[in-house]
């Protein structure tokens, strides 16, 4: 039997008749929470992520920060450039900034509607919604377009960003004086912005920390990795001490970029597996393969390594331009060339952080982001994009980002802290340190 609608979890074979609409994903919430919920009084918080990629906003209930319902768009503003630095060349005047700006708002007027929807069906009949408080989160470029903030000093060096953030603002001061026909919620709503670190390290990976337990004292190291077109990366020493940075790993692990690359829905090659000297592929919702995910890349590859049909430089063994894998779908040695940089990017970026740590037994990373979290830490580790020492000791921990930010709604110790995290972090620019070049380069091989 299946489902009503198709959610893509990949375990049945949906006929494909509901089409994933990348550009409007409502999330369900957890239906064993639905009875608590129901008891509540309408007193509600709502944190939003702004991605480079997508824009999700959750609300939570008050006091208990019990997540209600999920809004997830696409972000609209990839109109004007599928990554950060597009958008900031874009944004080179004020008429520019402006577009972008009034872009994002009226998305975010819609997705308003539609969270507060979603989550008035969720709560008592006749309960009226009071919106506290709202935690927004994002890189240093999405927050300062958010905000109608002029992004120029961040496309040249000494990338100083106009504003860190870290300040209680209302919604007007976001809206500006953007014309819109129509807002869903008072325009004195608290709105709170977790300072950002520096130009490439945002309030989104102060957020991620603090949901990963940065700031709190511990015997043992951790670090974060947030995989993504950029990936942000942060280590907290036993003593206490933060280092962060960013690397940039590309599209290629969105699937951006590959030809026959998709989103992680029905009909992408998402694993594969190797039996009798044989590649198997998995595909979501079971059904014909049309194109291949992130974790598909990243898993195929593997495989392909293993079998001896990649060589360990990235080159495909039959010096042919492509393998065909399954249903005519094929990998083109220009996607794994791809891979290769972005991978390479992270791992090099973790075994700078690391290089003066002590013990690398005792540190745990934290996987965060859609491709973080679902990735195959052994598989990584076999490509070298992990480094080998954390393979025992990895944990997924989804949209950190979010559930920090969320953290933040209700609670002003933890704002306290999020403000400590970004006090005591270093940034570290990769670019400007003599020997990373060479630790990036020997990174590309698998």
Do not use: W
């Not at 109608?148 to 809206?175: C, H, M, Q, R």
Request: proline share 2%; net charge neutral.
């Amino acid at each position: 039997m299946l489902c009503k609608i198709c959610h893509h979890c990949g375990l049945c074979e949906g006929d494909g008749r509901f089409k994933n609409d990348e550009s409007s994903m409502l999330i369900e919430t957890n239906s064993a929470l639905n009875n608590s919920i129901k008891n509540l009084d309408g007193k509600i918080g709502i944190a939003v992520d702004i991605g480079t990629t997508t824009i999700v906003a959750s609300s939570y209930s008050f006091p208990a920060c019990i997540k209600i319902a999920d809004v997830a768009e696409v972000n609209a503003q990839r109109a004007f450039g599928a990554d950060v630095i597009s958008r900031i060349k874009y944004a080179k005047d004020s008429s520019s900034l402006k577009k972008l700006h009034d872009v994002f708002i009226r998305q975010l007027s819609n997705i308003f509607t539609r969270l507060l929807a979603s989550t008035n069906e969720k709560l008592a009949r006749g309960c009226s919604i009071d919106v506290l408080r709202i935690v927004f989160c994002g890189n240093t470029s999405m927050l300062s377009i958010a905000m109608n903030i002029p992004v120029t000093s961040l496309a040249s060096y000494p990338f100083e960003p106009a504003s860190l953030f870290g300040d209680s603002y209302t919604l007007k001061d976001i809206i500006s004086d953007s014309r819109l026909p129509y807002f869903p919620l008072k325009l004195s709503t608290p709105v709170f912005i977790p300072a950002c670190i520096s130009a490439f390290i945002g309030a989104d990976t102060v957020c991620a920390m603090l949901d990963s337990g940065f700031g709190e004292n511990a015997e043992n190291g951790k670090v974060l990795a947030d995989v993504g077109t950029n990936c942000e990366m942060a280590i907290q020493t036993p003593t206490g001490e933060i280092f962060c940075t960013s690397s940039a790993a590309g599209s290629a692990f969105e699937a951006a970029g590959i030809k026959e690359g998709m989103a992680a829905c029905e009909g992408a090659i998402a694993a594969s597996y190797i039996k009798d000297s044989n590649i198997f592929y998995r595909v979501i919702g079971g059904g014909k393969a049309k194109g291949i995910c992130g974790t598909g890349l990243l898993s195929v590859i593997n495989s392909l390594v293993q079998l001896g049909k990649i060589e360990k430089n990235g080159a495909i063994a039959s010096n042919i331009d492509f393998i065909e894998l399954c249903d005519n779908v094929k990998l083109y040695q220009a996607d794994i060339r791809n891979f290769q940089l972005a991978k390479a990017a992270v791992y090099s970026g973790l075994s700078y952080l690391m290089k003066n740590a002590s013990h690398e037994d005792k540190y745990s990373l934290y996987l965060a982001g859609g491709f973080g979290t679902k990735l195959n830490v052994d598989e990584a580790v076999k490509l070298k994009m992990i480094p080998e020492f954390f393979n025992k000791n990895s944990f997924a921990v989804g949209n950190a980002a979010l559930s920090g930010a969320a953290k933040l709604l209700f609670n002003d110790d933890l704002i306290n802290r999020s403000n400590l995290i970004q006090q005591k972090a270093k940034s570290i620019n990769l670019a400007l340190e003599a020997d990373f070049q060479n630790i990036f380069i020997s990174s590309i091989d698998f």
